[in-house]
């Protein structure tokens, strides 16, 4: 098993563009969570979801979006980009929930210009 | 609210000096508390977690739920423990999982 993958590895967009972001998990697991890591901050809480429904949310405005697939996979849309967007995102996955030992992938670089 | 303080954002020791990387956090109930570790072009990783209550790459960490603090220490530091150190807050509550800012440890020669 390779682990947590996402993809793309980085990403450019401009200001007011949408972007996607994919997370596949490791096999097994049925819960992914995703993170923002801006530079010199641990990693931001910005949804769960367990078995295809959103189980958390953070405090993150209403365009940052996310989904869960039947195979677990996950994608984040982010729409109307801003500069403050840019930053790591970080999947990661687990058995359960949120309190469980989370598995990181190596995450997505956006750059916003 | 849950907040994660690491009060450091940089540690330097020397190899075999002891290490203490301090981690304080505010949750009114029982937290799940976990340190997490990523080495130079690494994942991040799980180092250990309250409930284990397992010592990991010599690392030891203790619920003090009185100073509301989860420290993590190390008797003897190695070089290979240079890295960067998160400590994380989570409840089954919530369902979400609060870091701090992280602490970088460099351990000198």
């Known amino acids: 098993d390779a682990g947590v993958t996402q993809s793309p590895t980085h990403l450019i967009k401009t200001r007011g563009q949408h972007v996607t972001l994919r997370c596949s998990p490791i096999?097994?697991?049925?819960?992914v969570s995703w993170y923002q890591q801006v530079l010199g901050q641990g990693p931001q809480f910005i949804f769960q979801?367990?078995?295809?429904?959103?189980?958390g949310r953070g405090n993150f405005p209403d365009r940052f979006s996310a989904r869960q697939f039947p195979n677990y996979s996950s994608e984040l849309n982010v729409n109307a980009l801003l500069l403050g967007d840019s930053a790591l995102y970080l999947c990661a996955s687990s058995t359960g929930l949120a309190a469980d030992e989370q598995f990181f992938g190596p995450g997505t670089r956006l750059t916003v210009l | 609210a849950q907040r994660v303080t690491q009060p450091e954002k940089l540690l330097s020791v020397f190899k075999g000096a002891p290490v203490e990387l301090k981690c304080n956090y505010s949750y009114s109930g029982s937290p799940e508390l976990f340190w997490y570790v990523q080495y130079s072009r690494q994942r991040l990783q799980l180092l250990l977690r309250h409930i284990s209550r397992e010592s990991i790459k010599g690392f030891t960490a203790d619920l003090n739920k009185g100073e509301t603090s989860f420290h993590l220490k190390k008797p003897f530091a190695q070089e290979e423990d240079s890295a960067m150190y998160y400590c994380?807050?989570?409840?089954?509550?919530?369902?979400?999982?609060?870091f701090g800012a992280g602490t970088r440890l460099t351990v000198k020669p």
């Open positions: 979801y367990y078995e295809k429904e959103e189980r």
């Open positions: 994380a807050l989570s409840t089954y509550n919530n369902n979400d999982m609060r």
């Open positions: 096999s097994g697991h049925k819960s």
